[in-house]
């Protein structure tokens, strides 16, 4: 075999940066480098140090909400939808490259019956009734010493792997 052969084969066999599979390999440590993972966890206490702050982790502000007793976290919910839509709306108009070597792009969401939608916010609400807690600031709680929380991340956790396991198996 020569040398423009072995190219042209495995030139053919390289993922395309539009395929699923580009898109879907994480990024090496190496790649970003360990400057881009200090960022990352400085960002992370950032976020950590603003949502204590903001008494998102309140257990007594999110009864309040689930009992309709305040506006509190109703306002920081709304917030955080009108930033996440801006910023998707900038992404799209920005055409941003993303850190998989490809454009972001937002795949499209179909309603469908909305049972899915149903199921998995009762559940994720239940959840989050129960233990007091919304999975995003499970570590932040558990930063902040209040370390019951590890086994809501426990059980996250395996929410999270059962669901993977069902996934092939259930209505899409």
């Known amino acids: 075999m020569t040398a423009g052969t072995a190219a042209r084969t495995s030139a053919a066999h390289a993922p395309d940066a539009h395929t699923t599979e580009a898109r879907a390999r994480p990024i090496a440590p190496g790649a970003r480098g360990v400057r881009g993972l200090v960022l990352y966890l400085v960002m992370g206490i950032y976020?950590?140090?603003?949502?204590?702050?903001?008494e998102v982790l309140s257990w007594f502000r999110i009864q309040e909400m689930f009992r309709f007793q305040s506006f509190h976290m109703y306002g920081i919910i709304a917030t955080a939808i009108l930033v996440a839509g801006f910023s998707?709306?900038?992404?799209?108009?920005?055409?941003?490259?993303?850190?998989?070597?490809?454009?972001?792009?937002?795949a499209p969401k179909t309603?469908?019956?909305?049972?899915?939608?149903?199921?998995g916010g009762s559940v994720f609400g239940l959840g989050w009734a129960l233990t007091g807690a919304c999975p995003g600031p499970l570590l932040a709680l558990i930063g902040n010493g209040i370390t019951v929380m590890l086994v809501a991340l426990a059980s996250a956790a395996a929410g999270t792997w059962v669901y993977g396991y069902l996934r092939p198996r259930l209505p899409h």
């Not at 976020?47 to 903001?54: C, D, E, S, Y």
């Open 47 to 54: 976020f950590g140090i603003v949502i204590t702050k903001a």
């Open 88 to 106: 998707a709306a900038l992404l799209r108009r920005a055409r941003l490259q993303s850190f998989f070597e490809g454009p972001v792009e937002i």
């Open 111 to 119: 309603l469908g019956s909305g049972v899915r939608y149903l199921a």
